[in-house]
């Protein structure tokens, strides 16, 4: 059974409520048109189900690796989230992304996903859109590397070094470095003052 074959029967099938009840109806059909972006990938990670919210984002991709839709700068890591869901070493995973519109414009957006399984053996990922930043999403820095820009953008959020350890799967010390390298790259002392560059740069949105 494909992956997006099992998504569904596993989405349609009635799933057991508390108690010992079961909740009626279709629940595949109230996921597509749900106001949530919603998407299910194969094993390949090529998309092979969005519901209506989520075409409403970034077009009809289905056919496409989920990757696509990431800016360039992203690619990466979103290709190193997806192997973390199908080698399942965790329950579902977190990430904060910037994916390109259909009109090419770009949106930062959170995104929460678990993989999808078929008798223990994981067959694809399913995921959602849990936020979505209103105005067109930050580009990147000319003078940073993609994974400096991503936790530039991380600390403009408020996030701590731990905090972005965790979310980026790196160790406190390598996520340090990464810090030290950007400010240096910025010519600035402080996150802070490299926080202030960026707003001044237009690289990070303004409150």
Known sequence: ?????????????????????????????????LNVPAYAVDRHGVVRWI??????????????????????????????????????????????????????????VEISSCPLREGGRIVGVFGVVKHREAGE?????????????????????????AQIADELHLSIDTVRNHIRRLLRALDVHSRIEALAVAHRAGILPRD
């Open 1 to 33: 059974m494909s992956a997006v074959r099992q998504s569904r029967a596993q989405i349609s099938e009635a799933m057991p409520a508390a108690g010992g009840g079961e909740i009626p109806g279709d629940l595949h059909l109230a996921l597509g048109e």
């Open 51 to 108: 519901n209506r919210a989520a075409r409403k984002l970034v077009g009809d991709i289905r056919g496409l690796q989920q990757s696509s839709v990431v800016v360039p700068e992203q690619a990466r890591e979103a290709r190193e989230s997806f192997l973390r869901n199908m080698m399942g070493t965790e329950k579902s995973t977190e990430a904060t992304v910037v994916v390109t519109e259909p009109d090419g414009s770009r949106v930062q």
């Open 137 to 161: 999403a930050p580009h990147a820095h000319p003078h940073l590397t993609p994974r400096q820009n991503q936790i530039l953008h991380l600390l403009a959020h408020g996030r701590s070094t």
